[in-house]
Each structure stands twice: as structure tokens, then as C-alpha cells.
């Protein structure tokens, strides 16, 4: 946890302040019983009426101070606590953008989501806690004990006995308890587990009868999860009652000691007072310092996981010098040579093998091959989301590591298979790769998308917001506005992952028409599981089991290569027809 | 439904554990009961020490006596009450659960197809939980309030007028210093709670498309954005902090006034009106248990109405229509004919898809159903099996009317494979004897063998014994298809219904899913939803939908030389 202490350096003068003022209130609070014992002791006893006045003027006086003291406290505490958590998750986010996709996938969307959100909440307590509460409560208890020394040191023994005796209490109940919870945490997850099976299979279920069946595995885990949960409520039930029994205990042991005392006249009343206000102090001060571990057992935990984000230096970056992209078209847009890859540092697992080729600008290529076969990991190695294992790719006839990584992102467009776009305006999403786009630019992409139509039957247009998710759009929709965005940005080089899967047939037709027509300088690869989508390209490349077995037109790949010839023979309009 | 009838039909859950429910009342009465009665006690062991050598040793070991056996009798008590609670919380949560769980069995599919899965789940799982801490809890720390309440009232009142009236009159000042507070910051929550559902929906948005971003060099963009939506949150969670960090100070100081204020009139009516100081001890401790009730009950008020909220999106699935009841209907061994005879249906009232729809299909033959995604080709399937019910028009399978048939041994008649292959967490084996549990293992191996799984099973790390993770994600989507054949192969049903694969599998196991699917059909009645030419070509009759409806029908040549839209579909395919 301590690696983010420079998070809370800014706020260096709220974290001093704030627990120097709450420690100055500890300090009041603690002195409130002895003000106490002498307007008992000596005010009522000598029925002093301006002396007990005056004591009573001094409570009053000491609650407003300790007041404007822990309000010093309360606004350094929300300054450094809230200030600490917006540059954490600055930080964090700044690191999510540098990330490459290896470095994404590894980590998973979900959980860099929760660690910005969720994990910086609990640390942005942990730092409001810090300042509020990890000076005062432990100050308290010891204060308290200390107190009670100065009024009698013998007496104060019991302090000693019971103190730790409370803190064994709350350490052990706490700790046998964790172990419980985490084990709830998992049943209840197999509550929710069996619940989303139930719904999402719920057609599957029905059809076999296998209702009853279904309803007593989760009668099972539910049985399973209360019996838990009411062996742990046993367990935590006992906390408070035997931390206020050892507590009420001592001041038992205390009333039982001190008649002799009185009776020599070693103690007043109003000392027997203190040392019960003390005593209950000791212990809600101690329960304070029990949540307090629990809050930083938490808070390390999220701390850990920020780390390990915060830790990770970015692995795909640009160069030093980067070098300008050259102006001259005569050099091969694309070219792989040996490259191979694999997703992890082991070489068992290969997703390519040494693949080679070369592609000239204009050039359209097919990439075709089964699931698993790496086409998409072919052409994500062309903008760099990933690096070459082995071998080297190169864009324009040099190694694309020498290029800034910006600029050729601006270069590449690519078109995912799962058709993605931001909330916002449509124009926005259009525009992303080109804010100053004209209108004139943003029409013809969408042209080009066949997008056109459906985009001027909304009602505002480019001007239309998109829900989060484009989930008022359909998904066809939503990939051909994906396409449209990828050539606003004016790319050299075109990249349609699957996308028109969810395109019938006569639009995808239409798209790839208007592609070879109206952007015939680009260079595009079109992957596809469909031979149809490919089966116009200039050439094809065939993928099998991360190997390259074969490249060709069309014709030549039906004459000469059997995988090829396989994949045709599998679908509708693949087969002879030319 | 308001607020009253909520409560009582939840409090009609916790019927079951009424003897529970009472013991748990006993308890906390005791308690609060012998808690308030100790410094009372403490008060009166101090008065018989009032000055040196003006100690009572004689009354001193009786009171000693009767504090320590107060003091643990409150503990047990205390821990009765809690053990009694939870026992109630546990147990009702449960009951519920399992309720509404067996609720969602009865829905009808439109209920399940219309509504967010998380959102139900969320339902069945958190909800559930919300509804029996917040109303149990909150009773209990109700209850024990107005006890506490009571019984300190009775206690000090009994003691002195003047110091209880002073009490009396001053703890209310606390409640009004934190409802205030509580009322003016308000608003910076709501404005912080905003901010961050923004700035989470902005991350969410952002960092799950992160790729996106990096494709379209979209980075500086998007930080941009993100640290000035993270800026108003620091502002306004910095305020809503500070503020509502107010109201702790602020009753603390209001409570030590009051300490302050029992003091003096304590120390006065010691002076003029014979008050002992151990009753001015009792006083002090007091002012703060009396105090404590009223300063939590905000946070009861507010866990009462997240309870209230949750207990209302609970009742409302457990209330939704249920699915009409069973008929008692047999259905002696199945051949395989069905007939379809004015079939009207529609999702919505307003939206008919078919109309008056008549079709013939005789045993052993296969129907295709072909059109555009999202053409509504599962329309039918829902209404053959029943997950939808005809707005009119009959279905008979055999010549009997489906709808007089119980729906399980409808169900059973039929075979199932749906594109989305669906498998749920448990081992190979007993995913593939889903339909059959009590198969035996060579039947179970002769079926993954039928549909060409067998090979590939045995090559997994545990064979028949692999576990499956949720949603399959250690089996490729061919391989999940070739076990959910292997399902419907095992159970052999006279009737199939089959929902092609449109991509994702790779070339290889395709041809074996095709190949299971070709000989899954031999001899049976089958509805296929098609996308592969070889199973169109080959199909006794093809449905061609368009838009949700039937437009066409036929065998592949009759469609073709009509010339409609089939035949319009069937050419774009070799368009260019």
C-alpha cells in the first residue's frame, strides 16, 4: 500500500493537518472525565455553585473546540482522500491508454474497469480513515488507560487485563469469521451461477422437462448457502456481547477494589466515575481500530490491484525516431517475412508460422481459413496491436517497429468483427479518426458503407445520438457504420475483420463493389469465413492451423489447394460456380 | 402496493419461524432491559462509597453479586437475540429464494426473452438479500431503539425530573442537527453519485473499447474527456465528503453539550435536591445510550426503504401471469406427423407474424426454414414446443392437439439443437445425459460416438469426466454443437428440431455436424433452420420467411421456378 504514498504527496499539508487537529480533539475528549471527577468531587461535595458552574462552562467550552477541531480534520481529510482517488484514477487511466492489446487481454477489460472505479473508492476511504480515525482511535485507547494510571496506578491494572483481553476478542471472532464469508461469497456465486444458467438456458431446460431437476440443485445451494450463513452469525453474534461483558467485567473488578480505597481515602467518587467513562471509552475506541484493520485489509487488497496496473510499462510504443512514411507507392504496401507468433512467451503454442508474403499498394487480399487458423491475428500484426514473435512486418518497405505508432494507426483503419462505436453524436463516432471532417467527407464514407440510407431515415441525421453499446441501432447497422468510420480517417490501408458478417448477402456484395470502384488506391484485406466475401479479391490467402497453405485468385486455389478446395465445398455458392 | 401490505406479506414469509420471531423479542427485551439496569447498579455500588471511611462494606457484596450476574445474563441474552435473528434472516432469505426461483420456472418464455437476464439475477440473488438484512435488522434495531428508549425514560424518571427532563429535552437537538444536515447535503450526494455513475459509464464505454481508441489514435481524445469528468467528481465528492463528515463532529458535539448539561443539573440537584452522585453516574451514562437510538435511526429509516424498494422488485416477478396450467392430455408413442392448422401469431398484439398459417408435415420428412437474420425463423419453433402459446389456431402432433398435452411430455417428443449451443457447468457425461439421467455409460458413449464427439471427448484432459465451465468456454463452438447433438441422439426423439450453426465453426467439425445432423434426420420428422445449400436442396418443404412471416413455400425447384423472393435470396449468395 505504501508504493501510492506519492499520490497523497499534494496533499501533504491536509495529511499532516488533519490528523494533528483530530489527535488535538483525542486530547479534549480525554481530559472531559477529569473536569468531571472535580465538578463531582469538589463541586457537589463542597457545594461549590460557581465552581460547578464554571466546570460545567469548561465541558461546554471543550465539546465547541473539540467541534471546530474535527472539522479542521473532516475537510483536510475529504481534500486529500477525494484528491488522492481523481489523480489514482488519472493515473490509471492514462495507463489503460497506453496498454497494447496483449497487455489488455491479459488484464481483461472488467477488472481494469473495477480497478478504476471500485478499487479507487476503497482506497479513497482507506486515506479518509487514515486521517480521520487511525490517530484517534488507537490515541483514545491508549489515552484512556493512561488517564486512568495518573488517577490510580493499581486500579489501572484492570485497564490492563482487559484491554488486551477485547482486542483478542475482536481478533479472533474477525478471524475466524473471514474464512466464512469468503466461503459465502462462493456459494453465493453458485446461487447466481445456477439463476443465469436457468435463464439463458431456459429453452434447453424446458425441452428436456428438466425443471424439478434444476429447482433442486438450487433448493441444494440454497440449503448449503443458509447453513453458512448461520454458522457465521453464531460466530458474530458473540462479538458484541462479550466485548461489553469483559468491558462491563472490568468495571465490576473496578467497583470491587475501590470500596477499600474510598475507605482509606485513596479514591474519590468522582474518580470511580472517570475510570468507568474511561473504561467504556477503552472499548469503543478498540472496536474503532478493529474496523479501522478491516478497512485497510480491504484497502491493501485494492492497493495491490492498483499496483499491478500502475506497474506495467506499456510493451508496443513508438520509437525514438520515428521515421516519416514514404511518399513513393512503388514499394510493397504490406510485407510479412518468416513472421510468426504466439499469444504467449512459449513457442509451443505458435498461432502463426512462419508466414511470408507481400502485398502491393491497391492490391485487395482475401484471408480465408477455418476458426482458429489465425487469420485475424495475421492482420492485427499489420497495425501492431500485436508485435511479430519471429520475423518482421513491414509497411512501405520498412520494419513497421520504425514508424510512430499514432501515425500509422491513423494509416491502418481497421474493421473489428464485432462491431463497436462510442455513445454520443453519430457525427462524433464518424468523425473519430478525423475530427474536422467535412460533411461532404462523412456523406461519402457512408456512401461507400452503404449507410447512406439508413442514416438519413433518423430522425437528426449525423446528428443522432447513439446509446451507449449502439444499442439503438441494429447490428448490421452498427457494422457498416463501423466501416464508414474506418474510411473517413482516409486510411492507406484497409483492414475488414469478419465485418460483414452480420450483412446479408446482397449489402456485403454491394459494399465490396463500392470499395473495389470508388477507393481503388487503398489496400484491402477482406477476412471472411464466407468464400464468397473473398472470392473476387486480386489474390487469397488461405490460413490452416496458423499456416499459409496457399495464395492465389480464386481459380488458381480451386486447381491447387485441397484446404481451400474443402472450405468451398462446405458452403452455399462456394462450390464449382465461377 | 403500499407500504403496508409490502410489509405484511413479507412478514408473512417469516410466518414459519414465528417461534423464532418471539424468542428473538424475549431476548432483546431482557437484554436491553439488563443493560440499562447496570449502571443503575453501578450507581448505587458507588453511593455506598461516599467518602473515606463512609463506606458501606455490608451492602457492598449482595450489589457486587446481583451487577456481575445482571452483567452476564445481558451478554447471553444479547447473544440470543442476535441468533434468533439470524436464524430468521437466513431461513426467510432462503424460502424466498427458492420461491422466486421456482417462479421464474413457471414464467412463460415472453417474460424471460423480454427482460434483462442481469436484472433478474440480480433480483434473485441480491435483492432477496437486501430485503431480509434491511427489514430484519432494521426491526430489531427499531425494536431494541424503542426499548432502550423506554427504559432509560423509566429509569431516569424514576431517578430524578429535573436531570431527565434536561435529558428529555436536549437529545432531540441531536436528531434535528443530523436531519439537517443530512437534508442540506442532499444534494452534493446526489450530484456525486451522478458524477460517478458518469465517470464508471464513461470507463466502462472507454476501457471496453480500449482497442478501438488505440486503432483510431483516439488516446488523447479520451483522456481529455475522462480527467475533466473525473475533475467535477473530485468537487463534488470532495463536498459531499466534507458535509456529510459534518454530522458525526456535530451530534458528538450536541451529545457533549448534553453530557455538559446532565452534569450541572446533576451537580445542582446533588447540591439543593439530594441526588446521589452515583445517580449522576447512572445520568451520564445515560445521556449517551439515550442518545444513541435516536442518532441511528436515519440510517434504519434509509436500510427500511432500500429494503422497502428491493422487497417490491422481488414481489413484482413473483407476481407476474404465470404460464397457463397443465393439461392432463397423453400422448401415446410418438410417429412423427405434424399439422399445423390457422396458425395466427404475433409478439406483440399490434404485430401479427403469421396469419392463418397451414402446414402439413408427415412423419419422416424434414422442413427447412430459410430467410435474412433476424426473419423470426425461431417463431415457429417457440410455438411447436410451446415456449409461446398461438394467439389462435391449433398444432397437432400425431393428430393431437399440443395444447392438450401436459408441456413436459410435449417437450419430450421433441429433440433440440439450437445454434447457441447451450451446456451448463457439470462434467461432459452428465451434460450429454441431460435428457435421460438414468442412461447408462454405453449408452451415453454410443450416443457421443453417433454424433462424432466421441473422438474428441476422449482426447480432453478427463475424458467423460471434463468438467465444462459456465458457457462452455473450454470447448470450441463446434465441439459444444456435436455434444448438444449427442444430447438429443441419447434421448431419441421422434421429432427434431435443429438450428444451424451460421459460422464460427471451423471447416473441419463442420462437415461433422453436418454429417450427425444428416444422420440425425434419417427416419425422423425434422425443422430445420437452414443456411447450408445441402439442406435446403435436399428438404421435403421449404418455409421462406421474410420480416417475421411465411411468404413462401415449396420444395427448392417449385421455389426457384416461381421466382420470388427465395429465389431472389438464393441467387444474391453467388452476387458479386
Not at chain 1, 457545594?47 to 465547541?64: E, F, Q, T
Request: aromatic share 8%; net charge neutral; hydrophobic share 45%.
Amino acid at each position: 500500500m505504501w508504493k501510492l504514498l506519492p499520490f497523497l504527496k499534494p496533499y501533504r499539508k491536509q495529511a499532516i493537518v488533519g490528523p494533528l487537529f483530530k489527535f488535538l480533539e483525542a486530547v479534549l475528549e480525554l481530559t472531559v472525565p477529569l473536569v468531571m471527577i472535580r465538578l463531582v468531587d469538589r463541586g457537589v461535595a463542597e457545594r461549590d455553585m460557581p465552581y460547578i458552574w464554571r466546570m460545567a462552562g469548561l465541558l461546554v467550552l471543550i465539546a465547541a473546540v473539540s467541534w471546530g477541531f474535527a472539522l479542521i480534520c473532516q475537510y483536510s481529510a475529504s481534500i486529500a482522500s477525494q484528491g488522492t482517488g481523481t489523480l489514482l484514477r488519472n493515473a490509471l487511466y492514462k495507463k489503460v491508454s497506453g496498454m497494447s492489446h496483449a497487455q489488455l487481454d491479459k488484464l481483461g477489460t472488467h477488472s481494469l474497469i473495477t480497478r478504476i472505479t471500485n478499487d479507487v473508492n476503497q482506497l479513497q476511504t482507506a486515506v479518509a480513515m487514515l486521517i480521520r480515525l487511525v490517530v484517534r482511535a488507537p490515541f483514545l485507547a491508549v489515552g484512556a488507560v493512561f488517564m486512568a494510571m495518573t488517577i490510580d496506578l493499581r486500579l489501572s491494572l484492570v485497564f490492563v487485563v482487559v484491554m488486551p483481553l477485547i482486542a483478542l476478542i475482536l481478533y479472533l471472532i474477525m478471524s475466524r469469521s473471514v474464512p466464512y464469508f469468503r466461503a459465502i461469497q462462493k456459494k453465493l456465486d453458485r446461487i447466481s451461477l445456477y439463476t443465469r444458467e436457468s435463464l439463458s438456458g431456459v429453452r434447453v431446460i424446458r425441452a428436456f422437462a428438466r425443471q424439478k431437476e434444476e429447482e433442486e440443485k438450487f433448493y441444494a445451494a440454497g440449503d448449503d448457502l443458509a447453513e453458512t450463513s448461520v454458522r457465521v452469525g453464531k460466530l458474530s453474534a458473540l462479538l458484541s456481547p462479550l466485548t461489553s461483558l469483559v468491558m462491563n467485567g472490568g468495571i465490576a473488578v473496578i467497583l470491587f477494589c475501590s470500596g477499600s480505597q474510598v475507605n482509606i481515602g485513596r479514591l474519590t467518587q468522582g474518580e470511580i466515575i472517570a475510570f468507568v467513562n474511561y473504561m467504556t471509552q477503552v472499548m469503543l475506541a478498540l472496536v474503532v481500530v478493529a474496523n479501522l484493520v478491516v478497512i485497510f485489509t480491504r484497502a491493501s487488497a485494492s492497493a495491490a490491484r492498483v499496483n499491478e496496473v500502475l506497474a506495467i510499462e506499456p510493451d508496443i510504443t513508438s520509437p525514438k525516431d520515428p521515421i516519416p512514411f514514404p511518399a513513393d507507392r512503388s514499394k510493397p504496401a504490406v510485407e510479412f517475412a518468416g513472421v510468426s507468433f504466439s499469444y504467449h512467451a512459449d513457442a509451443e503454442s505458435l498461432v502463426l508460422q512462419d508466414i511470408s508474403f507481400s502485398v502491393s499498394a491497391g492490391e485487395t487480399i482475401g484471408v480465408i481459413g477455418g476458426t482458429g487458423s489465425g487469420k485475424s491475428t495475421l492482420v492485427q500484426l499489420i497495425p501492431r496491436y500485436y508485435d511479430a514473435t519471429e520475423g518482421e512486418v513491414r509497411l512501405f518497405g520498412a520494419d513497421s517497429r520504425r514508424y510512430d505508432l499514432k501515425a500509422l494507426h491513423r494509416k491502418i483503419a481497421v474493421v473489428p468483427q464485432y462491431a463497436s462505436v462510442l455513445s454520443g453524436r453519430l457525427r462524433d463516432t464518424l468523425s473519430m479518426a478525423a475530427p474536422d471532417a467535412s460533411e461532404e467527407r462523412l456523406w461519402h464514407a457512408l456512401s461507400v458503407a452503404q449507410a447512406t440510407e439508413f442514416v438519413e431515415k433518423l430522425p437528426n441525421g449525423l446528428d443522432t445520438l447513439i446509446d451507449q453499446g449502439g444499442k439503438n441501432l441494429s447490428g448490421g447497422q452498427k457494422q457498416r457504420l463501423t466501416i464508414a468510420r474506418a474510411l473517413v480517417g482516409d486510411p492507406d490501408i484497409l483492414i475488414l475483420d469478419d465485418s460483414a458478417s452480420a450483412l446479408d448477402y446482397a449489402t456485403d456484395a454491394a459494399l465490396r463493389h463500392a470499395l473495389r470502384t470508388e477507393l481503388s488506391d487503398i489496400t484491402v484485406f477482406i477476412v471472411s469465413q464466407r468464400v464468397s466475401a473473398i472470392r473476387h479479391a486480386d489474390r487469397i490467402l488461405v490460413l490452416d492451423d496458423g499456416k499459409s497453405v496457399g495464395l492465389g485468385t480464386h481459380a488458381d486455389l480451386l486447381a491447387d489447394c485441397p484446404v481451400y478446395r474443402e472450405i468451398c465445398a462446405s458452403q452455399p455458392g462456394g462450390g464449382g460456380r465461377r | 402496493m403500499n407500504r403496508k401490505a409490502l410489509l405484511r406479506r413479507l412478514l408473512a414469509y417469516t410466518a414459519p419461524y414465528r417461534v423464532f420471531l418471539l424468542l428473538s423479542f424475549l431476548s432483546a427485551l431482557v437484554s436491553v432491559a439488563l443493560t440499562l439496569w447496570i449502571p443503575v447498579q453501578i450507581g448505587q455500588v458507588i453511593d455506598c462509597m461516599v467518602a473515606p471511611g463512609a463506606v458501606d462494606f455490608a451492602a457492598l457484596p449482595p450489589l457486587l453479586v446481583r451487577l456481575t450476574v445482571t452483567i452476564l445474563a445481558a451478554a447471553l441474552f444479547q447473544w440470543l437475540m442476535s441468533y434468533f435473528i439470524n436464524l430468521i434472516i437466513y431461513r426467510t432469505v432462503k424460502d424466498l429464494r427458492n420461491r422466486l426461483y421456482h417462479k421464474l420456472g413457471t414464467l412463460p418464455l415472453s417474460y424471460i426473452d423480454s427482460h434483462e437476464h442481469g436484472d433478474i439475477i440480480s433480483r434473485v440473488v441480491n435483492d432477496i438479500d437486501l430485503v431480509a438484512d434491511g427489514l430484519l435488522q432494521g426491526f430489531t434495531q427499531l425494536f431494541t431503539g424503542v426499548i432502550t428508549i423506554l427504559g432509560t425514560l423509566f429509569f431516569m424518571l424514576r431517578a430524578d425530573l429535573w436531570v431527565a427532563l434536561t435529558v428529555i429535552l436536549l437529545t432531540p437537538l441531536s436528531l434535528f442537527v443530523a436531519a439537517f444536515i443530512a437534508k442540506n447535503t442532499f444534494h452534493h450526494f446526489h450530484r456525486q453519485s451522478e458524477t460517478q455513475g458518469k465517470l464508471s459509464g464513461y470507463v466502462e464505454e472507454t476501457v471496453g473499447n480500449q482497442k478501438l481508441i488505440r486503432a483510431f489514435a483516439y488516446e488523447e481524445q479520451s483522456t481529455k474527456k475522462f480527467r475533466e469528468i473525473n475533475d467535477l467528481l473530485y468537487l463534488h465528492g470532495q463536498k459531499a465528503q466534507f458535509f456529510s463528515s459534518l454530522s458525526n463532529p456535530t451530534t458528538r458535539f450536541v451529545n457533549a453539550i448534553i453530557y455538559a448539561a446532565v452534569g450541572l443539573t446533576g451537580a445542582l440537584r446533588a447540591v439543593y435536591g439530594g441526588l446521589t452522585v452515583g445517580q449522576i453516574s447512572m445520568f451520564l451514562s445515560y445521556a449517551n445510550q439515550y442518545t444513541k437510538p435516536f442518532n441511528e435511526i436515519t440510517g434504519i429509516i434509509a436500510q427500511l426503504q432500500t429494503a422497502m424498494a428491493s422487497a417490491e422488485r422481488v414481489f413484482a416477478v413473483l407476481d407476474e401471469t404465470e404460464e397457463s396450467p397443465d393439461a392432463a392430455g397423453s400422448l401415446p408413442t410418438v410417429k412423427g406427423e405434424v399439422t399445423v392448422s390457422d396458425l395466427s401469431f404475433g409478439y406483440s398484439p399490434d404485430r401479427p407474424l403469421l396469419t392463418n398459417f397451414t402446414l402439413t408435415v408427415p412423419a419422416g420428412s424434414t422442413v427447412a426454414i430459410v430467410g435474412p437474420t433476424g426473419c423470426g425463423k425461431t417463431t415457429l419453433i417457440n410455438l411447436l414446443l410451446r415456449f409461446y402459446e398461438p394467439d389462435s389456431g391449433v398444432i397437432r402432433i400425431d393428430g393431437t392437439d399440443i395444447s392438450s398435452l401436459p408441456r413436459d411430455t410435449l417437450r419430450r417428443s421433441y429433440g433440440m439443437v439450437l445454434q447457441e449451443s447451450w451446456l451448463f457447468s457439470g462434467t461432459v457425461r452428465e451434460n450429454i445425459a441431460y435428457g435421460r439421467p438414468d442412461a447408462t455409460d454405453t449408452e451415453i458413449k454410443a450416443a457421443a460416438e453417433a454424433a462424432y464427439a466421441a473422438p474428441f471427448i476422449r482426447r480432453l484432459p478427463r475424458g467423460y469426466d471434463t468438467m465444462i465451465s459456465e458457457d462452455g468456454n473450454n470447448l470450441s463452438q463446434g465441439q459444444k454443437q456435436l455434444l448438444c447433438i449427442a444430447r438429443v441422439m441419447l434421448a431419441d426423439p421422434k421429432i427434431l428440431i435443429l438450428d444451424e450453426a451460421t459460422s464460427n465453426i471451423d471447416t473441419r467439425t463442420e462437415i461433422l455436424v453436418q454429417r450427425a445432423f444428416r444422420d440425425m434426420t434419417e427416419g425422423r420428422t425434422a425443422f430445420i433452420v437452414a443456411h447450408r445449400l445441402s439442406t435446403i436442396k435436399n428438404a421435403d418443404l421449404i418455409l421462406v420467411m421474410k420480416d417475421g412471416k411465411v411468404v413462401e413455400q415449396g420444395t427448392h425447384e417449385t421455389l426457384l421456378a416461381k421466382g420470388g423472393f427465395y429465389h431472389t435470396l438464393y441467387y444474391s449468395q453467388f452476387a458479386t
